[in-house]
Nanobody
Framework: QVQLVESGGGLVQAGGSLRLSCAAS????????MGWFRQAPGKEREFVAA????????YYADFVKGRFTISRDNDNNTVYLQMNSLKPDDTAVYYC???????????????????WGQGTQVTVSE
């Protein structure tokens, strides 16, 4: 069993930055691939970024490439999402997820994730 707790959301102006954190607990949490998803009001949840369990491989949605960076610290069981050059369209609840245990490539599809956090709100103003 893996528990995930996101933090770091908030209100920021367009062009600003935020860093989201996802603290994972559970004996095997460091062996899972991790991902970030988001869901805006009235929209479906969408993939943002993912990182393999070792941290050696990452994958991004096209709309965040060059602006967001996913990383992980397995010693502290934490995954980060550094978000720069934020836009109002980035406003959403951001969720971290764990799945694809010991898989060498990042997991992209939400149905392949086994565990989800409760989400953290990110609001980007004009």
């Amino acid at each position: 069993q893996v528990q995930l707790v996101e933090s770091g959301g908030g209100l920021v102006q367009a062009g600003g930055s935020l860093r989201l954190s996802c603290a994972a607990s559970g004996r095997t949490s460091s062996t899972y691939g991790m991902g970030w998803f988001r869901q805006a009001p009235g929209k479906e949840r969408e993939f943002v970024a993912a990182i393999s369990w070792s941290g050696s491989s990452t994958y991004y949605a096209d709309f965040v490439k060059g602006r967001f960076t996913i990383s992980r610290d397995n010693d502290n069981n934490t995954v980060y999402l550094q978000m720069n050059s934020l836009k109002p369209d980035d406003t959403a609840v951001y969720y971290c997820a764990a799945g694809g245990r010991l898989r060498s490539s990042p997991v992209v599809r939400s149905r392949e994730y086994n565990y989800w956090g409760q989400g953290t709100q990110v609001t980007v103003s004009e």
